[in-house]
T-cell receptor, first 112, second 114 residues
Framework: KQEVTQIPAALSVPEGENLVLNCSFT??????LQWFRQDPGKGLTSLLL?????REQTSGRLNASLDKSSGRSTLYIAASQPGDSATYLC???????????FGKGTKLSVIP | ETGVTQTPRHLVMGMTNKKSLKCEQH?????MYWYKQSAKKPLELMFV???????ENNSVPSRFSPECPNSSHLFLHLHTLQPEDSALYLC?????????????FGPGTRLTVT
């Protein structure tokens, strides 16, 4: 059974700092991996989707990488801003299923 | 702005009440999902519908009853819930059930069972 782990559970950084969020998974037979953002009490906003054949995806200040062999994905946020404060979730679909398995998320606080 | 809407946004109900959650997607998608998000737990998939047909029921108790009258609308009927059912209920949609299909989420309904 696939397990997704996100460490740390919470992270606090000063504004302007570059940061990396981590996601690890136990079964490397994945089809794609998505990073989501969730604001308090709100739904999920998709940030980046990486197909299993890809190594990374970029959108603005965000860069997500995928290393299937090591069972890891990272989300890099450049020049963090207070508006980036949210919980970041990673989720992945297995090679044989459309179902997403989610991590518990990392709660990010960017301090002005 | 997401193309998936959910109503109500907040709901408080007693254990003997009957209520329904509504989800509507304006994206022309064919697949719709219900997820449950409890505190300090990962999102849990509850139900999946594809072209109005239920394709997945992840061992959800019968006090939760989904309904999908068409590809744009999804309901979750609730009755005789328990306090542990209090959670954020999220609806999502995707073009199809393909493994590459990105899921789009609604804002959720915060449910409190008293």
């Amino acid at each position: 059974k696939q397990e997704v782990t996100q460490i740390p559970a919470a992270l606090s950084v000063p504004e302007g700092e570059n940061l990396v969020l981590n996601c690890s998974f136990t079964d490397s037979a994945i089809y794609n991996l998505q990073w989501f953002r969730q604001d308090p009490g709100k739904g999920l906003t998709s940030l980046l989707l990486i197909q299993s054949s890809q190594r990374e995806q970029t959108s603005g200040r965000l860069n997500a990488s995928l290393d299937k062999s090591s069972g890891r994905s990272t989300l890099y946020i450049a020049a963090s801003q207070p508006g980036d404060s949210a919980t970041y979730l990673c989720a992945l679909s297995g090679a044989g299923s459309y179902q997403l398995t989610f991590g518990k998320g990392t709660k990010l606080s960017v301090i002005p | 702005e997401t193309g998936v809407t959910q109503t109500p946004r907040h709901l408080v109900m007693g254990m003997t009440n009957k209520k329904s959650l509504k989800c509507e997607q304006h994206l022309g998608h064919n697949a719709m999902y219900w997820y449950k998000q409890s505190a300090k737990k990962p999102l849990e998939l509850m139900f999946v519908y594809n072209f109005k047909e239920q394709t997945e029921n992840n061992s959800v108790p019968s006090r939760f009853s989904p309904e999908c009258p068409n590809s744009s609308h999804l309901f979750l009927h609730l009755h005789t819930l328990q306090p542990e059912d209090s959670a954020l209920y999220l609806c999502a949609s995707s073009q199809d059930l393909g493994r590459a299909d990105e899921q789009y989420f609604g804002p959720g309904t915060r449910l409190t069972v008293t």
